[in-house]
């Protein structure tokens, strides 16, 4: 559902008070301008015509390539609400803007001094068409943060469209044109929930993929020291909302992760910790090239319901 009046008021109040969005996929939290993961090294894999997705929102990248594919309907969630916001300024821009304008203001650079994220003249071209509530967000957070909007209101990263391309298949001039054809009367379906409750909160829907994407880095934040054996009983239940066949995206693991910061991801990228908890039989690990296409590459671990 939506965002209320007074949750968008409360968002706003929230970035006045702390000047920035949370960090730790809590409540308010940084959004993501556009994917970091390799979607398209793994979805391009699979004939998703005519079939039900369900997927982290994040950036909105995974519904764009999965309905490339042919999927007939992407189902969204996510534990930060302010992603349905994002959601709906990128549906948008996707159906008004140019594919430069569009590359441009979400970030993406065909050279170093191409930045122009969230810029106020590319945003007056869309104003007329979003709605209320995200015009208002949005309008607030240009404003306020201006050339800060990165470092405040969205993760910042290097987006270069060289890499984009690789990653996301609708980045390219020829698929951005007929990704917004094909959502062209389609409405985002947004869950605002995390993992422990979404089971529940799909009420027995069935999907024939879902795709978690490194939700499993932080499972830890919310476990604790059985983190491992906890995000393994959530993956249990959400298989009962698979297809017979059905594949799961049960974690995305990147080729690099900061050693500093080791204590802020869980033990489910590590192969002896997670193959205690996650069979590699059951739970195979698949190699697709990183962000920057070098080694060692990104790894996925999937599972696949039996017929």
């Known amino acids: 559902m939506p965002m209320t009046k007074n949750e968008i008021e409360k968002a706003i109040e929230y970035l006045n008070i702390k000047g920035t969005l949370s960090g730790d996929f809590k409540g308010f939290s940084l959004l993501y301008s556009m994917t970091t993961e390799n979607i398209s090294g793994f979805i391009n894999q699979y004939d998703l015509r005519n079939k039900r997705v369900l997927t982290v929102a994040g950036s909105g990248d995974q519904r764009y390539n999965c309905?490339?594919?042919g999927a007939s309907e992407v189902v969204l969630f996510d534990v930060n609400p302010?992603?349905?916001l994002h959601l709906r300024l990128k549906e948008t821009?996707?159906?008004v803007l140019s594919h430069d304008d569009f590359l441009r203001f979400f970030g993406v650079?065909?050279?170093?001094?191409?930045i122009s994220f969230l810029d106020k003249d590319i945003f007056n071209k869309l104003k007329n068409y979003l709605d209320k509530d995200v015009y208002l967000f949005y309008y607030y957070v240009i404003n306020e943060f201006r050339g800060q909007v990165f470092k405040r209101v969205y993760n910042e990263f290097d987006y270069r469209y060289s890499h984009m391309t690789v990653l996301s298949?609708?980045?390219s001039k020829d698929n951005y044109k007929k990704?917004?054809?094909i959502i062209d009367g389609k409405k985002i379906s947004f869950l605002n929930s995390n993992i422990s409750t979404l089971p529940d909160e799909l009420y027995g829907e069935k999907f024939d993929m879902i795709l978690l994407s490194n939700i499993s880095d932080y499972v830890h934040y919310f476990y604790g020291d059985d983190h491992m054996k906890e995000f393994k009983e959530v993956i249990d239940r959400l298989v009962d909302n698979l297809?017979?066949?059905g594949i799961m995206e049960v974690g995305y693991?990147?080729?690099e992760y900061d050693k500093k910061h080791e204590k802020d991801f869980s033990k489910f990228r590590i192969d002896k910790s997670r193959d205690k908890v996650f069979s590699k039989e059951e739970y195979p690990v698949q190699d697709i090239l990183g962000f920057y296409e070098k080694e060692p590459h990104d790894r996925i671990v999937t599972y696949q319901k039996k017929l």
């Open 179 to 181: 990704i917004s054809e």
């Open 67 to 69: 309905l490339l594919r």
């Open 109 to 114: 650079r065909k050279d170093k001094k191409d």
């Open 243 to 245: 297809h017979d066949g």
């Open 169 to 171: 298949n609708y980045i």
């Open 93 to 95: 821009a996707v159906k």
């Open 82 to 84: 302010l992603v349905d």
């Open 253 to 255: 693991i990147y080729q």
